[in-house]
C-alpha cells in the first residue's frame, strides 16, 4: 500500500532527525579526539606512576614523569637498549604504543604455543622500559609494560621491579575487561599493594614469584614470594600469574634482565 502524506512526512521527519543527531555525534567525535588522547595520555602516565609507587598527589603527572622517567626500548630477543636513531618511528619512545605496535607485523614475532603461556600468540620485537631515576640520575626501578590473557580480556599493565632486579615495586592493569568485583579486583588497591617487596627473582635469577588460588599463609617460608589469588576469578588468577611468568621469563625480559644483573 503506497504511504500517505502523513507517513512520508513522520518517516521525512525521522530521517531528518538522525542525520541531525549523527552530523552532532560525528563532529563532537572529531572535536574530542585530542582531549580524548590526551586523557588516554595522561591515564597511561598515572599508571606507570602507581606502578612506580611514585608520588604525584597534587601535581601535573605528566611534569612528574619527565622529570622523574627515562623512557629506553629494549630488543626483546636480546635484551639490548636499542640504538634509538636506528629505530623505525613506530618504536621510538615518543611514539611507542603497545595496541599500535603489537598489531604491526613488521614489529612483531610468533610465540610457540608451548611458549605462549600468556595468551598472546604474538610479542613485539621491541618493548618500552621506563627507567624512574633518582637525584643523581641514577635507576631506582624499572617499570615494565605487561599484558597477558585473563578470562574476558588482554590485561594490559605495569610491573615495577627494584633496582636489585628481585624485589617487586609496584604492580597496575590500566586496561582489562575482567567482571568487576570478581576478575576486575585486580584494580583492586589492597591487592595491589600486596605486591609491593615480593620477590621475584631468587639469588640464581630464578622467576620465584606466584599468584595462587587461594590466600597466602604468612607463616610458610614461601610468603615473601606468593600472592593471594583473586576469590572467584581462578582464571583471572591464572592469567595474572601466567603474564608474569611469560614477561619476566626468558621469553619476555629475561634477556633484558639478565644484561643488568652483568653491569651492561
Ligand atoms: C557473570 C560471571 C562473571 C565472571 N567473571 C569472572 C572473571 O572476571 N574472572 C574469573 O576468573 N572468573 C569469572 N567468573 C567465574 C568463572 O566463570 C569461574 O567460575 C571461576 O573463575 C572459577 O573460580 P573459582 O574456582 O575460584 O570458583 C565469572 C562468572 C560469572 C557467572
Known amino acids: 500500500m503506497p504511504a500517505d502524506g502523513g507517513t512520508k512526512k513522520t518517516i521525512l521527519v525521522a530521517l531528518g532527525v538522525c542525520l541531525v543527531s549523527s552530523i552532532f555525534v560525528s563532529s563532537a567525535a572529531v572535536g574530542l579526539s585530542a582531549i580524548i588522547d590526551q586523557n588516554k595520555k595522561i591515564d597511561r602516565i598515572t599508571n606507570i606512576l602507581q606502578a612506580g609507587d611514585i608520588e604525584y598527589a597534587n601535581q601535573d603527572p605528566e611534569q612528574i614523569f619527565t622529570e622523574k622517567i627515562k623512557s629506553v626500548i629494549v630488543e626483546i630477543e636480546s635484551g639490548n637498549v636499542a640504538d634509538e636513531a636506528n629505530l623505525a618511528d613506530e618504536l621510538k619512545p615518543e611514539n611507542f604504543s603497545i595496541m599500535d605496535v603489537t598489531k604491526n607485523p613488521q614489529f612483531t614475532s610468533s610465540i610457540s604455543a608451548s611458549n605462549d603461556v600468556a595468551g598472546i600468540k604474538t ?123 611469560f614477561w619476566l621469563g626468558e621469553n619476555g625480559y629475561g634477556p633484558f634482565i639478565e644484561k643488568l644483573r652483568g653491569g651492561a
Open 123 to 245: 610479542k613485539p620485537t621491541h618493548m618500552i622500559v621506563y627507567e624512574v631515576l633518582d637525584k643523581e640520575e641514577n635507576v631506582e626501578k624499572y617499570i615494565l609494560p605487561i599484558y597477558g590473557k585473563g578470562l574476558w580480556s588482554t590485561m594490559y599493565g605495569f610491573i615495577a621491579l627494584d633496582k636489585d632486579l628481585q624485589t617487586v615495586r609496584g604492580i597496575t592493569f590500566y586496561q582489562h575487561g575482567e567482571t568487576p568485583g570478581l576478575g576486575g579486583e585486580v584494580d583492586n588497591p589492597r591487592w595491589k599493594a600486596s605486591w609491593k617487596g615480593k620477590t621475584l627473582y631468587d639469588d640464581s635469577g630464578e622467576l620465584v614469584l606466584e599468584v595462587i588460588k587461594g590466600q597466602v599463609d604468612q607463616s610458610s617460608d614461601k610468603a615473601n614470594r606468593q600472592i593471594d589469588g583473586l576469590s572467584g576469578s581462578t582464571i583471572t588468577t591464572r592469567g595474572v600469574d601466567n603474564t608474569i611468568e
